[in-house]
């Protein structure tokens, strides 16, 4: 049973969740892209989604794909930023699995998010906007099961890091496995 558990990643656009995910999937957890998910199930891109249908259809999606994981095993899930604005997706998550939040300061973010693209909630032209969103999630990430600072780590040692902390928590069967 405790192997079988799923690891859900949540932080803000440009927390590393994509990248963490990718090492985990290295650790022998199968890897799930909620966004990606999203992107093949409507057809379209997460900006056509944004401009022709707004946010609020986005959110539909986003909850809608999360539900359909239910039963999902040894997985990791990154999720899209916004994920915890709504009640119902914590209970879905918390129903998957340990929610893991990647914690990282704002200069962190705002570096990443400068080199990206295709983030609609990403407006590069008023940081401002964007940081007070940030501020405004950061009690709702904090809500997770583990917190996990990434700022002076690479995505290997955060791996490593989560790694240990879960399957201690699991092995005493527990869901959070407390500060890291
Ligand atoms: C969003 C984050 C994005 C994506 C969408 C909305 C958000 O995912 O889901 O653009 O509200 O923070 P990433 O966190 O993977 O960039």
Not at 2 to 17: A, H, T, W, Y
Not at 35 to 41: G, T
Not at 138 to 153: F, G, M, N, Q, S
């Amino acid at each position: 049973m405790r192997d079988e558990r799923n690891i859900i990643l949540i932080g803000f656009m440009g927390s590393g969740k994509s990248t963490v995910a990718e090492v985990l999937h290295g650790m022998g957890f199968d890897c799930i892209d909620l966004d990606a998910l999203i992107v093949e199930r409507s057809g379209r891109t997460i900006p056509e989604i944004f401009a022709r249908d707004g946010e609020g259809v986005f959110r539909d999606l986003e909850t809608e794909a999360l539900r359909s994981l239910a039963g999902l095993r040894r997985a990791v899930v990154s999720t899209g930023g916004g994920i915890v604005g709504r009640e119902e997706n914590w209970i879905l998550m918390k129903a998957l699995g340990t929610i893991v939040y990647l914690q990282a300061g704002w200069e962190t973010l705002r570096t990443r998010l400068a080199a990206g693209e295709g983030r609609p909630l990403a407006d590069k032209s008023d940081w401002s906007k964007v940081e007070a969103l940030w501020r405004r999630r950061l009690p709702l990430y904090e809500k997770a099961d583990l917190i996990v600072d990434t700022d002076d780590r690479t995505p290997e040692e955060v791996a490593e890091r989560i790694m240990k902390a879960v399957s201690r928590s699991w092995e005493l069967g527990v869901t959070s496995p407390g500060p890291s």
